[in-house]
């Protein structure tokens, strides 16, 4: 591994660099497979006024991605065909013709699936600090969108209150492993998880506070919910949707809310998933599904990277990675997030130094 | 039609009096039948110090009473077999052995399915005056609970804002007159209603100020829908789920809401109904679904008073009733609510005055 590229070659780039970059080839139509990319090299020109170049250091892939496959109408546009996936991504500047960037800052932007970044420095770059301890990829999960998503999703959405039941789906992944930890902090009664692998599931009471965590895998979600919360939920944070949702409708007391984050388990359905077959019950206990993206609530960034730099620094909170190395193996990454084989916030760890031009 | 019995005899109920009632006798499983219910005449005693005898003038019929013949969890508990059904009534005192009710006043009660009530006087009676050219009956609909659920549905729980595009199902109904006007009265943009029948669907817009009306049985919702309201609508409100929900869901603009009222449509099924097979727009839209139940909003009943009472003053409210004559039809009336059947509320009539004993 050489996670800091940059440093090995700072003034290289000034010249042309050749960037890999992972496209979307053509929509896939249920689960993805690899003839749906495509992996090309672009040739870098030398930089014009305004534009840096940045050597990324980590990427992210996350399950909102695959939504943004398929060609219809959404929060945000459909991933054009042909064009680089776009997505979270941190790195290093390494030349820079701009004012408001110097060669050695680290960076978040959304440029996505590609090694080498060289944009109008305008384009959306934000400077984040190097924290000791922390590495950069914290910046794509705990620090980042992901960690906010948890946040927002809990506190704002769902309206946590102290003493509340919560119980979280996808508990494991990178939203779910935040969220338990986060709810855990504000107060909650008891927190509930679920997750589909045994490791994972001792992870969550072991590691990240659950109280009581389940597999989906090992009977129907909603007698497991039920036996882990005898005295119903409050709170449901939704990562999964269909049986898992039903599950929490079926739990739910009175006033009840969820914060609806996303539905992993029909991502790559062919076919319309039928809904709960108990959304009678949103009218008897007054309960609210709200849907949310991360997208529509940035102006709590600064709160929430206020209170999650307190609680990382107090030590209250860990996180893990699944770290898969080489930006030409993003696409992999992504599959392995869509089969659940991550733990925490799934990352593509760029690597890119050997790959710098050095000869234009 | 005898409006006002209780002015023929108004000390007679001193001695004993024969009472009508209406038992659920059997829980209904999918429609129910006249088999589930029992008539029964009950003697009431002279009266004991602090009671009243009450003669209803009108008993009201809802769809959720279907849910509470259910033993199932719910946000009252369901009804008990072999009692009385209870339910909105109003009527007149035509005894008291009490001082905080007087012979001749009119007051709202929840004793149901019974000609004449005989309870303590403290038991959940509210005197409510005469209104000149208003019957009675308007205090179980649009002056009652019925035009509080609209209000506060449109309001409070699907936060209407002017120029909304709103969509309300079951829009024929007692809630669904009442809603379609307060809408517009808020300033919605425009307001889309379904209902069952031709005539139905032609008061809609002639009478209740709808912009457009499509019949749910003449083409799949979805598509009649999307064609009523091609810039998509900002609030849904719910009186009869299944497919009507998948169709708000499927035209709802970014940050739409539902109010869930109600889901008639699935009340009489004998297997759980499927949800709505995009409930991951949710998500993508930041859609809001809230269920809701008229009882835990009874603190709005005084606001939602005074400005009912202006719009009726300044005629910018009308209604319809479907009145069922004899409280022995009352069965036969909850039938023709569940298929239907009704324009406006549904109200038994009951007529009892010629049923009071006076050979006591």
Redesign the interface.
Known sequence: MNSTPAAAAPNAPADTALSTQIQLAARPVGWPTHDNFRTVTVELPPLSDGQVRVVNEFVSVDPYMR?RMNDVK??TPPYALDATMTGGAVGRVVASASDTLAVGDVVLHNFGWRDIVQEDATAGFRVVPELPGVPLSAYLGILGLTGLTAYIGLLDIAALKEGDTVFISGAAGAVGTAAGQIARLKGAGRVIGSAGTAEKIALLTEKYGYDAAFNYREGPVRAQLAAAAPDGIDVYFDNV?GDH??AALASFN?GGRAA????IG?YNSTE??????????????????????VG?YMHHFPEFMREMTEWFQNGDIVFDETVVDGIEHSVDAFFDLMRGGNIGKMVVRVGAGSRLSDAG
Chains 1, 2 share one sequence.
């Open positions: 939504g959404s929060y949707g949702l039903e009175d609806m984050c996303g539905a029909s319309p998933t039928p809904g709960p077959n108990n959304m009678g019950n949103l009218v008897t206990r007054g309960l609210t599904l709200k849907g949310f993206t529509h």
